[in-house]
């Protein structure tokens, strides 16, 4: 089966700019999510998708992020406006039973 | 609350030699447990995984981890280092399926194998 496919890899944009990254989950798993590491820090987790419904979105920083999934396959999250501390690495992963978890490799993002 | 920390931010091992990478965690239930990895510039790998099945767990490329109730430790291991093994380590705990299976990491674990 295709793997879990972010874009772009890497994106580099201008404080107070949007962003957006997208996320195509493993055709058929219904658990999406959404983890970054900023430099220095851990993986957090940000938010949490059952189909297209918001299940947890208690990680989300402000509201400069918003995530949809739109008919329940693919994910966007849109950064807007773009703020220096955004950088860092955004990683989707999905799930078909909260056992397994496949991740895709990651989009950069660097704000300047 | 779960959480996990990752003794060691950076290990360095001869190629050839055991490693030992080493993870704690904390919570209340009986927990899910993962190794993945991170080479440069590659997304995150899945090494092996604790489901409450044998507490002995084996993964991918050597490694193998073993859950210890007592001393709430998953440490990884692998009996001979490769210089392909060299990358970042990470120790995850799996929050519970009912309430969204989040995955709270560890800080990771940088391993270098010298030649």
């Known amino acids: 089966e295709a793997g879990v496919t972010q874009f772009p890899s890497h994106s580099v944009i201008e404080k107070g700019q949007t962003v957006t990254l997208r996320c195509d989950p493993i055709?058929?798993?219904?658990?999406l999510y959404w983890y970054r590491r900023v430099m220095g820090k851990e993986i957090k987790f940000l938010l949490h998708?059952?189909?297209?419904?918001?299940?947890?979105e208690s990680g989300m920083p402000n509201n400069r992020f918003l995530a949809e999934r739109t008919g329940g396959t693919y994910s966007t999250l849109k950064v807007q406006p773009a703020e220096l501390e955004d950088s860092g690495v955004y990683f989707c992963?999905?799930?078909?039973?909260?056992?397994?978890?496949?991740f895709g490799s990651g989009t950069r993002l660097t704000v300047v | 609350a779960q959480s996990v920390t990752q003794l060691d931010s950076h290990v360095s091992v001869s190629e050839g030699t055991p490693v030992l990478l080493r993870c704690n965690y904390s919570?209340?239930?009986?927990?899910?447990l993962f190794w993945y990895v991170q080479h440069p510039n590659k997304g995150l790998q899945l090494l092996l995984k604790?489901?409450?099945?044998?507490?002995l767990v084996k993964g991918i490329n050597g490694f193998e981890a073993e859950f210890k109730k007592s001393e709430t430790s998953f440490h990884l291991t692998k009996p001979s280092a490769h210089m392909s093994d060299a990358a970042e380590y990470f120790c995850?705990?799996?929050?519970?399926?009912?309430?969204?299976?989040?995955?709270?990491f560890g800080q990771g674990t940088e391993l270098s194998v010298k030649p």
């Open positions: 992963a999905s799930s078909r039973d909260r056992i397994g978890y496949t």
């Open positions: 055709s058929g798993h219904d658990n």
């Open positions: 998708f059952v189909k297209e419904s918001k299940q947890d």
């Open positions: 919570s209340s239930y009986s927990p899910s």
């Open positions: 604790y489901t409450s099945a044998a507490t």
């Open positions: 995850v705990v799996s929050g519970l399926r009912n309430q969204g299976g989040k995955l709270i």
